[in-house]
Structure formats: structure tokens, C-alpha cells
């Protein structure tokens, strides 16, 4: 059984630039997570995905959007980035039930 | 608005000590309270979780006790050890909102030798 994998790990950017982060569920996982980490506090929920569909969305503008493939690898794109925008972001991957969320190790975003 | 406030917000103890942060929710729909452990450069990962149909549950030197007519839950590390040393997160979910977790601001560990 693999485990949740993202890709890359650190990703500079300027603002108003777009950005691209991937994620691999762990197998046999349907629903994909994403939550975005800023420095010293608690993960924020973004939105998530489940069978290629946006299933819900946190308090994040629209200018967060993803994608979810039939493989249920997921992406994350980020437009016109800003400096907040700079935090760990991380991908999470589970079946569709309320149940254990496997999170992967994070794609650190600095927004210069 | 959906929250988990989390206390305290850094915990020193001394190595066989036991550590308890607390937290405590609004949205009486929260049905699975996770508590997640991370470690520096490292996503969270699942310590363990809690539905409100039990009081409390153990699992190794990790125990959450549970109150739902205050609307808190917390929890207790047994004999702590340096290792773990880590950030601690609370987290919580409606049932009917399949795994959108609600995190608390989190708890930053350091169990001295």
C-alpha cells in the first residue's frame, strides 16, 4: 500500500504568478482533500474532490481551483498568487466516509 | 461558523510526564474528532479518533476523553517521551460532510529528557 505523495516539495513563485501542485492518494482511496498550512497554525480546508467532481469548498477564493484524474491523483491550481498565499499545502487523501484522512508530506509555497 | 479552539498553544513536560491539551467545539453536527501529530517539514498524521457515542478510548499511551454535553474533548499522552516531541492538532467533521476536517490552531509539544 503506497502512501500519499506530492510533488515538488518546495515551489518559489512571484505574485501575481500561477502555480501547479500534485498530489497521488494512497490506493483504494476515492476522495482527495486539500488544505493550505500557514506558518504556526492548523490546516485550512480548501475543498476536496471525490470521483473527479469538487464535492466542497472552504472559505478560499475562486481563483483556488483543482482537478481530480480517474486515477484519483489530484491538482491544485493557484492564480495571480499573492504573498498570503505563501504555506504549506497539503493533500489528503481517504474513502468517502467520515473516516481516516491520510495526509501527505506538503508542497511548501513561498510567494516573493 | 464552524470552529476548534484549541488550548494550550505550546506544553513543556518533563520525560514520563502527561500532557494534556484540550479543545472544544461549536457545531453540534460534528460527529469524528480526530487528533493528528506532525512533526517539522512533515504532513499530520492520524494519532487517533473519537465519534461522541463513547466517552473515551485508549490506544497505546494515547487517550481521548470525551464530552459532548460540553462540547470538548481532549487529549492525554501517557509516560511522554522525548520522540514525542511534536505539534499537535485536533480536528473535527459532520458525518455528513465526508472528510472536510475543521482543525484546532494546534498544540507544540517538547517533552524534556
Known amino acids: 500500500e503506497t502512501g500519499v505523495t506530492q510533488s515538488p516539495t518546495h515551489l518559489i513563485k512571484t505574485r501575481g504568478q500561477q502555480v501547479t501542485l500534485r498530489c497521488s492518494s494512497q490506493?483504494?482511496?476515492?476522495?482527495v482533500s486539500w488544505y493550505q498550512q500557514a506558518l504556526g497554525q492548523g490546516p485550512q480546508f480548501i475543498f476536496q474532490?471525490?470521483?473527479?467532481?469538487?464535492?466542497g469548498r472552504g472559505n478560499f477564493p475562486p481563483r483556488f481551483s483543482g482537478l481530480q484524474f480517474p486515477n484519483y491523483s489530484s491538482e491544485l491550481n493557484v492564480n495571480a498568487l499573492e504573498l498570503d498565499d505563501s504555506a504549506l499545502y497539503l493533500c489528503?487523501?481517504?474513502?468517502?466516509?467520515?473516516?481516516?484522512?491520510?495526509f501527505g508530506p506538503g508542497t511548501r509555497l513561498t510567494v516573493l | 461558523q464552524q470552529q476548534v479552539k484549541q488550548s494550550p498553544q505550546s506544553l513543556i513536560v518533563q520525560k514520563g510526564g502527561i500532557p494534556i491539551i484540550n479543545c472544544a467545539y461549536e457545531n453540534t453536527a460534528f460527529d469524528y474528532f480526530p487528533w493528528y501529530q506532525q512533526f517539522p517539514g512533515k504532513g499530520p498524521a492520524l494519532l487517533i479518533a473519537i465519534r461522541p457515542d463513547v466517552s473515551e478510548k485508549k490506544e497505546g499511551r494515547f487517550t481521548i476523553s470525551f464530552n459532548k454535553s460540553a462540547k470538548q474533548f481532549s487529549l492525554h499522552i501517557m509516560d511522554s517521551q522525548p520522540g514525542d516531541s511534536a505539534t499537535y492538532f485536533c480536528?473535527?467533521?459532520?458525518?455528513?460532510?465526508?472528510?472536510?476536517?475543521?482543525f484546532g490552531g494546534g498544540t507544540r509539544l517538547m517533552v524534556k529528557p
Open positions: 474532490y471525490y470521483r473527479e467532481e469538487e464535492n
Open positions: 480536528a473535527a467533521t459532520p458525518n455528513n460532510a465526508g472528510n472536510m476536517l475543521t
Open positions: 489528503a487523501s481517504s474513502l468517502r466516509e467520515p473516516d481516516t484522512q491520510y
Open positions: 490506493s483504494g482511496h476515492n476522495t
